[in-house]
């Protein structure tokens, strides 16, 4: 306990309580550092995440998309050739991807055109974060098309 002199008429002892236990000025500052890195690492998360299924997201669309374009050959060979140019263009023209990290593939067997594509995201920014877990950092789509109709 404090003990404080006053000066009144009797000179006697009093007890003085710290202001400081009863001040709240400063508590919205303590909570907001101490919340402030759960909510950052839980922001981070979810920008992470957004890429991770953008990125998943544009390589499965570019193996549709080569799949159907290679519908336009006439030969097996053309068909794949036109697959394949399809597909990096596509992951060319995200903007995001680019097409020497992908692997890109096209078979053809019994009139069924399959375009596999394998994209390898390891050196993108922000599925790197530390402290915030990914799924995974390579990607694998296929997209399938019918030639010749039914």
């Not at 263009?89 to 394998?118: F, K």
């Amino acid at each position: 306990m404090f003990c404080s002199i006053t000066r009144s008429v009797s000179h006697r002892c009093r007890v003085v309580r710290p202001q400081v236990l009863r001040d709240r000025r400063g508590a919205a500052l303590i909570e907001f550092a101490l919340v402030l890195p759960i909510l950052l690492t839980m922001m981070m998360g979810i920008v992470s995440f957004g890429e991770y299924f953008l990125t998943a997201h544009l390589v499965q669309q570019a193996a549709n998309d080569a799949a159907r374009a290679a519908l336009a050959g006439m030969s097996a060979t053309e068909r794949k050739g036109i697959a394949v140019d399809t597909a990096k263009r596509m992951i060319d023209s995200t903007g995001i991807l680019r097409s020497s990290r992908g692997q890109v593939d096209a078979v053809e067997v019994d009139n069924i055109m399959t375009v596999s594509i394998r994209y390898d995201a390891t050196s993108d920014p922000l599925l790197n974060l530390p402290f915030v877990p990914t799924p995974g950092r390579t990607m694998t789509a296929k997209g399938i098309a019918m030639i010749g109709g039914l």
